[in-house]
């Protein structure tokens, strides 16, 4: 297992939020998400995709779901639920049944703010 330093990280994660995700850099920002060796890093770049709602970002955000790091995918969820729509829902309802309290905290989050089909607009 490779140790992470610290202070590497924190500066990897600063220009991680430096990024455009609407412009550019979204490629960066989802081979970032996708393959950095680090969780923090990945969760920036997670954090930096609710500046989109761009299809191929919200394509990497539901595939951070499977990241091995809560962190990432508690980020993602978050995300998704900024920048997702209804069509995410049944990759998010799985996650309802995890093992790790902020995971399912953050998927019925996620939910609560994607599922409108309880929204009366009267």
């Keep these: 297992m490779t140790t992470l330093d610290p202070e590497v990280s924190a500066e990897r994660v600063y220009e991680t939020q430096g990024l455009d995700a609407d412009g550019d850099d979204l490629?960066?920002?989802l081979d970032t998400l996708a393959s950095d060796p680090d969780p923090a890093v990945r969760a920036a770049a997670a954090d930096m995709l609710a500046e989109t709602e761009r299809s191929?970002?919200?394509?990497?955000?539901?595939?951070?779901?499977?990241?091995?790091?809560?962190?990432?995918v508690v980020q993602a969820l978050e995300t998704l639920a900024l920048v997702g729509t209804q069509d995410i829902l049944p990759a998010i309802k799985p996650l309802l049944d995890s093992d790790n309290d902020e995971i399912r905290e953050a998927a019925?989050?996620?939910?609560?703010?994607v599922d409108d089909?309880?929204?009366d607009e009267s």
């Design 27 to 29: 490629d960066t920002l």
């Design 56 to 72: 191929e970002a919200i394509d990497g955000l539901l595939q951070a779901l499977e990241d091995p790091s809560p962190e990432v």
């Design 108 to 113: 019925e989050d996620t939910i609560y703010f």
């Design 117 to 119: 089909s309880d929204f």
